[in-house]
């Protein structure tokens, strides 16, 4: 075929039969080493018109770990939560980072090589003794798996990122007048008079078969989703090579045997593995399995009916979940909650009466009448009573009257008047750095927001769930 394309390379049947073989390469998916590589897409965060690439999480993820305990690193493999969150700071300094360095060349800023060689030798972990060591640093890099270029990317990065933001990382001052007036709200007592009202000093009669219906009607009790599941479990220590290679390979092997239409059971006793089942399980509840951790009952509800998940690997060894069946979230029969109606009802029935009871006072001490068993007391708005009624307390005015509740108890709250508070310069020097501090955020949070309309960020689903969510 090659010999009779070479010597009629000019005639019109060979043209066209080579189109067709292009185009059959580039359905193929060869179409980036046909093209030169034209095709791939390597960007993991698009930041306005800058893209964060594949490459730089690898060598951010890779200094990271490098920074990281053995055992530290151990867990970012082993433990799903852990390694999400490796993941997701990784993501959030390079987005960072990129919208800095986005600021930075849009005004203008440069680094020059020089900088960049004194922010090395200044880099602790580029030192030995506190001293730059060439050779040390060269380990490092072999060690991280990054090359020099990409240590010099990423300080030039870190040092255009300061320039950007340094100026918003300043303790912004706050005027003494905004310190008096936190420091007053914050301390300043309010005289206060309530009374209280408690459901459970009201008796009420056991309700009949229509009172409860009616009840039901209107307080329609939930059944959360439960899932009946399944796994097979292979113990295995993963810390060690070999254990972890034999455990793996076995593992392998029942997977295999499932997927071949064995039943998980038959494919655990085949491969001496556990096999469990637990019937009912609510998103969210705890559960006594003591191999079942959050994340994988958290992986069990992501799931379908019928399906199984992936071979898994932990830290002690692996696992394969199955979803056996699904009950969907849906409202009680009358029947199945009819005991545990009447509680409900008595306690709404007592509510009743007690809120006619506060209402009473209320119109009392509104018509100038003193509140009956009140007490009197000095409130700051942390402490001295309930916190309903402190809510109450001081969202009303100076001689006004009103009624709170917490759930047990109705509160009838007539306000007085305010006790300023002594001035205390410790207390004032504290609630300056407090509130200075609280400026400082929320400009930096502003300030992220304006780039972040400046250059929008949005992630790369496709590279996302293809390299880093597999």
Known sequence: MLEYLRNAADKPVAKALMFVLIFSFVGWGAAEWIFGGASSDTSLVHVGSADVSLQQFNNEKSIQLAAMSKEEQRASYTDPKKAAALTNSVISKLTTNQLALNRAKDLGFYVSDKRIAEEIKKDPQFQVNGQFQPWFFDMVLQNSGVNEKDVINSLRGRVLSSMALGAINVSLPVPQFAVDAAYNARYTKRDIKYSTVKFSDYKVDEPNEEQLKVYY??????VPETRSVSYVFLGADNSKPDEYDAGYKKMQEIEDMIISGDGMKAAADK?????????????????SDKVLT??????LFSMESGSESELIELKDGFIILRVDEIVAEHNAEYKDVKKSLVDGWKKSEQRKKAYEKANEKLIAVNKGESIKDSKSVSVSRTEGAPLEVLNVAFAGKNGENAIAEDGSAFYVVSIGKDTMPASDKTKKASLRKELEKMSTRFVQDDYTRFLKREYPVKINERNYEKFIAK
């Open 294 to 299: 959050d994340d994988l009952v958290a992986k």
């Open 271 to 287: 491969g001496k593995a556990k096999y469990v089942t637990i019937e009912k399980i609510a998103r969210g509840a705890k559960i």
């Open 217 to 222: 009607s209107s307080h329609p009790t939930i």
